[in-house]
């Protein structure tokens, strides 16, 4: 049956307060540096008060421009703001849409560093804030929350985590994970979430694009001491001595290790997920981004990876979703790519799996700086690209089937 009740599957409404003191270290090499701008970023800063910092900083080096200004649009929306003002803001651009929901992601920013100490507010605050929205009456038909895991957590077992708040009574719908962060998807203390997760048909979103933010640590207390050659969690799986062996790889590349933004890339790389749907076959889990504009656009000459880490993952996550059953993947942040967006339709046109397999999503407010990346202008080009019949699944009835749970059945 066809659903009535259009649905973004992607977005963020945490605040500054939830970012780490060393956030900016992702932009700013020097420490001490990123914490001071921090820190007048927390002072509720307008862009036009950022301006004379911004040109210093452009002086300095160029490249940084963008990214600084990226941080500026997240500080913008979020400093002065509480999650349930941002999801207000966020939700204005489908005011004149009739039925909608919006599932929000919270996102685990605590292990980013796992050797630098921040005053952020922690994720038990940022997801009990989000339970008393979703208890709010005037959110409970549209704010629909994912929880955010990582195996890294100290606090409760993951297990413990998402059988707590994915339930009738929290109000969680399903499972975000970032690899980026720091560790791998078939890391073998998610084996029970992803057990349960499968038995109650639970949705997991997870990011799968190069970019984004990543770990901020050294590469040694991640990967050469940080324990990845214990077992996964299904070690004996044909792919396990090929992911083996690029870690391999990295680990021989000293060259790399001092580039963060690079060698994180390890732990997202599609191939990660093989043992994980060997072993949950019938495992929900969708490929966000997919794979991300610059992997959609790259050409197949690009030489701008060595061997070991040159595939690409947007045509992996088409293979995983030809393949794979409950597989899914959502357009968001690369909605605001018009080239990528472009090639997205003709594969979606030609490939008949996908029609089934695609799920409408902006990544709200994190698209802020892109050129067309402002929420309203999201949905218009979504509306303006597809035709009616390819909106209602994409928007409409994918969605509601990726939400659909054993705890949730009728989402």
Known sequence: ?????????????????????????????????????????????????????????????????????????????????????????????????????????????????????SNHKRIQTQVEEVVQLKRDANYQKRLYPFLSVDPRMTFMEPIDWVQKYISKDMGFYGIKMYPAYGFFPFDARLDPVYEWAEKYEVPIMTHCTRGGSWYLGTFDSVLNKGGFMAPGLNEDHASM????GRINSLIAD??????????????????????????????????????????ILRPKKDKSYPKYFDDNWYE?????????????TDISYTLSNEKAMARIKSDYVDKDFLKY????????????????GDEPNMLSTF?????????????YDNNENYLKSKIHPTP
């Open 316 to 328: 992996m996550i088409l293979d995983k979703l030809a393949n794979h059953k409950n597989t899914y």
């Open 241 to 244: 001595t090929k992911i083996r």
């Open 1 to 117: 049956m066809a659903s009535n009740r259009f649905t973004n599957i992607h977005s963020h409404i945490f605040t500054s307060t939830e970012v780490p003191d060393y956030f900016l270290k992702t932009i700013i090499g020097n420490d001490w540096i990123a914490r001071n701008l921090n820190s007048l970023f927390q002072k509720k800063m307008t862009l036009n008060a950022m301006k004379p910092i911004l040109w210093a900083m452009k002086a300095i080096s160029p490249n940084y421009r963008n990214s600084i200004e990226r941080y500026i649009e997240f500080i913008q929306i979020g400093a002065s703001s509480t999650q349930g003002e941002i999801f207000d803001r966020e939700a204005s651009a489908y005011s004149g849409i009739g039925n909608y929901r919006i599932v929000v992601l919270t996102q685990m920013l605590d292990y980013l560093d796992v050797n630098s100490k």
């Open 254 to 295: 000293k060259d790399k290790h001092k580039n963060n933004k690079y060698w994180c890339n390890i732990f997202g790389h599609i191939e990660n997920y093989e043992p994980v749907l060997a072993k949950y076959p019938n495992l929900k889990i969708c490929f966000a981004h997919m794979g991300g504009a610059t992997e």
């Open 357 to 372: 397999k695609v799920l409408y999503g902006t990544d709200f407010f994190l698209t802020q700086v892109e050129k067309k």
């Open 383 to 395: 509306l303006q690209l597809f035709d009616q019949a390819s909106i209602q699944k994409i928007a």
